[in-house]
């Protein structure tokens, strides 16, 4: 996939929004987001969510997958775009649990980039 519209590695964003949230520690709500450049680096000033260890973490291979995929000419967001946090949820002993939908989008617009078909 070569990227549209003229679209450099640096006008990528990594996305990662939150579908489901509930009894989370960290005041995490739905429709909040994790934004990260194509590095996988996290950018705090354009997240919307609350830090948190538990959720990076779990993101973290997906960056690093994303990283790969993009060198090798692919769309950065696999089949694999659904995560979730480390608690355990309120169920099973912990304190909650939260669920993310990656997504890739282009920072100059907003807008998401569809995979292709």
Same mark, same amino acid.
């Given at each position: 996939m ?10 990528l &964003?990594l996305?990662?929004?939150v579908? &489901?949230a !509930?009894?989370?520690?960290?005041k ?6 994790f934004? !990260? /450049?194509? #590095?996988? @680096?996290l950018?705090?000033? $354009?997240s919307?969510?609350n830090?948190?260890i538990g959720?990076?973490? #779990?993101? $973290?291979?997906?960056l690093?997958?994303?990283q790969d &995929?993009l ?7 696999? @089949?694999?775009a659904h995560? /979730?946090?480390f608690d355990t949820?309120? /169920?099973h002993g912990?304190t909650? #649990?939260v669920y993310?939908?990656m997504?890739l989008?282009?920072?100059r617009t907003? $807008?998401?980039?569809p995979k292709?078909?």
């Amino acid at each position: 996939m070569s990227l549209p519209n003229a679209m450099t590695p640096e006008d990528l &964003r990594l996305v990662a929004t939150v579908t &489901r949230a !509930f009894h989370c520690a960290n005041k995490i709500h739905e429709d909040e987001t994790f934004v !990260f /450049d194509h #590095k996988g @680096r996290l950018l705090a000033d $354009q997240s919307s969510a609350n830090l948190c260890i538990g959720m990076i973490c #779990k993101l $973290q291979p997906a960056l690093m997958m994303a990283q790969d &995929r993009l060198a090798e000419g692919l769309h950065p967001v696999g @089949r694999y775009a659904h995560f /979730d946090c480390f608690d355990t949820g309120i /169920d099973h002993g912990g304190t909650g #649990k939260v669920y993310v939908e990656m997504s890739l989008v282009d920072a100059r617009t907003g $807008q998401e980039v569809p995979k292709p078909e």
